[in-house]
């Protein structure tokens, strides 16, 4: 991963992050970006066990630690050492799960608090790898998805690309991505660029 590649993840991160702190308004939070695409997705009428999910509010998305493993496996780089070291912890912590046990993806991550360098670096990309991971499989039309406890057959994928009307370096087109059901948000995904 190249040096632009590197600052647009950990500015995204810090965005992300961010977001889940009640602080001023984010260019994330703004959801009157230009839509340049807009996609049905299909999902899974069951899931097997063991599985792990990412949750929003009263959505899941559900996949099975098979499904995971085998999408980490081929869709994860591994080229740089902290990539390695990302992917491996990744598919270690999914080989751990058991049984019927359906365990939240954000439990699997490496907490961020005090670590520095290049421990920071790996949990970082740790946290990219799962938000990946949901991604691909949504839009593979693989991944189970929950509403209010109930496996639903359909979502609808949005993506927005707009300026950030207060940027604060050259980063500032705001890429979105939201995936919702009804009024229910199942996935989001946002991300600056300079283009």
Same mark, same amino acid.
């Given at each position: $991963?190249?040096?632009?590649?590197?600052?647009?993840? =950990?500015?995204? =991160?810090?965005?992300?992050?961010?977001?889940?702190?009640?602080?001023?308004? @984010?260019?994330? #939070?703004?959801?009157?970006?230009?839509?340049?695409?807009?996609?049905?997705? /299909? /999902?899974?009428?069951?899931?097997?066990?063991?599985? =792990?999910?990412?949750?929003?509010?009263? @959505?899941?998305? =559900?996949?099975?630690?098979?499904?995971?493993?085998?999408?980490?496996?081929?869709?994860?780089?591994?080229?740089? #050492?902290?990539?390695?070291?990302?992917?491996? /912890?990744?598919?270690?912590?999914? $080989?751990?799960?058991?049984?019927?046990?359906?365990?939240?993806?954000?439990?699997?991550?490496?907490?961020?608090?005090?670590? +520095?360098?290049?421990?920071?670096?790996?949990?970082?990309?740790?946290?990219?790898?799962?938000?990946?991971?949901?991604?691909?499989?949504?839009?593979?039309? !693989?991944?189970?998805?929950?509403?209010?406890?109930?496996?639903?057959? !359909? @979502?609808?994928?949005?993506?927005? +690309?707009?300026?950030?009307?207060?940027?604060?370096?050259?980063?500032?087109?705001?890429?979105?991505?939201?995936?919702?059901?009804?009024?229910?948000?199942?996935?989001?995904?946002?991300?600056?660029?300079?283009?």
């Amino acid at each position: $991963m190249d040096i632009i590649k590197m600052r647009k993840l =950990i500015f995204s =991160i810090v965005i992300l992050l961010s977001s889940c702190v009640k602080a001023d308004i @984010t260019p994330c #939070d703004v959801d009157s970006y230009p839509i340049k695409g807009k996609k049905i997705l /299909h /999902h899974a009428n069951s899931f097997s066990r063991p599985a =792990i999910y990412y949750k929003q509010g009263n @959505t899941r998305v =559900i996949i099975s630690k098979e499904m995971a493993i085998a999408f980490v496996k081929k869709n994860m780089s591994d080229s740089k #050492d902290y990539l390695a070291k990302a992917k491996s /912890h990744i598919i270690h912590s999914l $080989m751990e799960i058991s049984g019927a046990e359906i365990i939240d993806q954000s439990n699997l991550q490496i907490p961020l608090k005090a670590l +520095v360098s290049e421990e920071l670096n790996v949990a970082i990309h740790v946290m990219a790898g799962y938000q990946e991971l949901f991604e691909g499989v949504l839009f593979n039309n !693989e991944a189970a998805v929950e509403v209010d406890g109930k496996l639903i057959p !359909e @979502t609808t994928a949005t993506y927005m +690309v707009g300026e950030d009307p207060h940027p604060i370096d050259e980063f500032k087109v705001v890429h979105k991505l939201n995936v919702v059901y009804k009024n229910s948000s199942v996935f989001n995904k946002c991300w600056l660029d300079v283009k």
